[in-house]
C-alpha cells in the first residue's frame, strides 16, 4: 500500500547542546519502501543516549544528519505498508526502535524497516509499549549476553529504580539469582516490590558492605563503578552501560553493553507482561511540545523508571 509523503509536528534540533537546542517543527512522512512501513506514534520514550547523541558525544559511534529528530524508542499505529511486507497490516498497533543515526522516535510519524516492528499486547497501553525497547532490551543483555548471570548468583544492580534497572531486577529474579539493588530512600519500597532481595540506600549505607558479588550491572560509571570492583568474588564480573573503556582487573572481567537492537527481545517482554511477569514503570508523560522538558528529567538521573513522550493530541 502506498502513501502520498505527509507534514507531521516533530521535535528536532540544528546543531549539538543540550534539552535546551530541541525545538518543535515540521518534518516530511517519507512513504514507504517495499520492505517498510509507516508509523503513526502515539508515544516514545527518553535514554540517557538521546542526551548524548544530542550533545553530539556519539559522533563517531552513530553520525547524524542535521537537522536531526531525537528518539529510539517509540509505539503507534501501522498506516501504510510496502509492498514486500506480510507480517503487518494498517491498523496494526506496534512497537519498535529506529537506529539512533536515524533517530525520529520524537515525532508524529516515522517510516522504517517493517522486520523491526513488534505487535503490542492487547492489555498494553503505548506508554507502557514506549518504554520498553531500549531499557528492557539493555537490561537483558547486561544480565545474560554479556554477565552470564546464572541461577543462584548474586547480582548488584545499580540504579534500580532507573529504566534498565528497574527491568533488570525482574529479569534477575526471575531467573532465580539473588537480587542486591541501589537507589535513593524514596525508592526502597519500589525496588522491593520489583523483587529486589536486599535494597541499598546508596546515600545513607553505601554498596561497600556488599560482598562475594557474581555480577555488577553499572548503570552510574564514575565512582560508583570503581567502587563496585570491591565487592566482586574472585571470578566476579562487572557489565557496564558507561564505560566503554573498561579494563579486567586482578582476574575480575568488565565489558561494556552495547545495546544495538531491540528487534529479538520485545516479543519476550511482550510474554512477561502478558503473563505478569513484568511491570513497566513510568516517572512522567509529557507531550510533544514538552519533549525539552523530557530530556531535562532524564539529565537529572533521578527519574523514576521511564519518562515518556506522547505525540498525539
Known amino acids: 500500500m502506498k502513501q502520498a509523503n505527509s507534514?507531521?509536528?516533530?521535535?528536532?534540533?540544528?546543531?549539538?547542546g543540550g534539552p535546551e537546542v530541541?525545538?518543535?517543527?515540521?518534518a516530511i512522512t517519507r512513504k514507504p519502501l517495499a520492505h517498510e512501513a509507516v508509523v503513526r506514534?502515539?508515544?516514545?520514550?527518553?535514554?540517557?543516549?538521546?542526551l548524548k547523541i544530542l550533545a553530539g558525544y556519539m559522533k563517531e559511534v552513530f553520525p547524524v544528519e542535521?537537522?536531526?529528530v531525537p528518539g529510539t524508542d517509540f509505539s503507534g499505529v501501522v498506516e501504510a505498508v510496502g509492498t514486500q511486507v506480510t507480517h503487518l497490516r494498517v491498523g496494526d498497533r506496534v512497537v519498535g526502535r529506529s537506529a539512533p543515526q536515524h533517530g525520529g522516535a520524537f515525532a508524529q510519524s516515522l517510516t522504517l524497516a517493517a522486520a523491526d516492528l513488534c505487535a503490542i499486547a492487547p492489555d498494553m497501553s503505548f506508554e507502557q509499549a514506549a518504554a520498553l525497547p531500549t531499557a528492557f532490551g539493555t537490561a537483558r543483555q547486561g544480565l545474560f549476553e554479556v554477565g552470564r548471570l546464572q541461577r543462584g548468583q548474586k547480582v548488584l544492580i545499580h540504579a534500580g529504580a532507573g529504566g534498565v534497572g528497574s527491568f533488570a531486577i525482574q529479569l534477575a529474579r526471575h531467573a532465580g539469582a539473588y537480587v542486591m539493588a541501589t537507589s535513593s530512600a524514596a525508592n526502597l519500597e519500589l525496588l522491593r516490590g520489583l523483587g529486589a532481595h536486599e535494597v541499598i540506600?546508596?546515600?545513607?549505607?553505601g554498596f561497600?558492605?556488599?560482598?562475594?558479588?557474581?555480577?555488577?550491572?553499572?548503570?552510574?560509571?564514575?565512582?560508583?563503578l570503581a567502587k563496585s570492583w570491591s565487592v566482586l568474588q574472585p571470578a566476579g564480573r562487572i557489565a557496564t552501560l558507561v564505560d566503554f573503556a573498561i579494563q579486567p582487573q586482578g582476574g575480575r572481567s568488565?565489558?561494556?553493553?552495547?545495546?544495538?537492537?531491540a528487534t529479538a527481545s520485545l516479543p519476550e517482554a511482550m510474554a512477561r507482561f502478558s503473563?505478569?511477569?513484568?511491570?513497566?514503570?513510568m516517572d512522567s508523560i509529557l507531550p510533544l511540545e514538552e519533549t525539552r522538558a523530557a530530556l531535562e528529567k532524564v539529565a537529572t538521573g533521578h527519574s523514576r523508571g521511564k519518562v515518556i513522550i506522547r505525540t498525539q493530541h
Open 201 to 205: 540506600d546508596y546515600r545513607a549505607q
Open 66 to 68: 542535521l537537522p536531526y
Open 22 to 26: 530541541v525545538v518543535i517543527g515540521q
Open 254 to 261: 568488565g565489558e561494556f553493553v552495547f545495546f544495538q537492537s
Open 208 to 224: 561497600s558492605h556488599a560482598s562475594g558479588v557474581d555480577l555488577v550491572l553499572d548503570t552510574l560509571g564514575g565512582e560508583t
Open 275 to 281: 503473563s505478569h511477569q513484568l511491570q513497566i514503570v
Open 41 to 50: 506514534i502515539e508515544a516514545a520514550s527518553v535514554n540517557p543516549l538521546d
Open 7 to 16: 507534514v507531521m509536528k516533530t521535535a528536532l534540533i540544528h546543531s549539538h
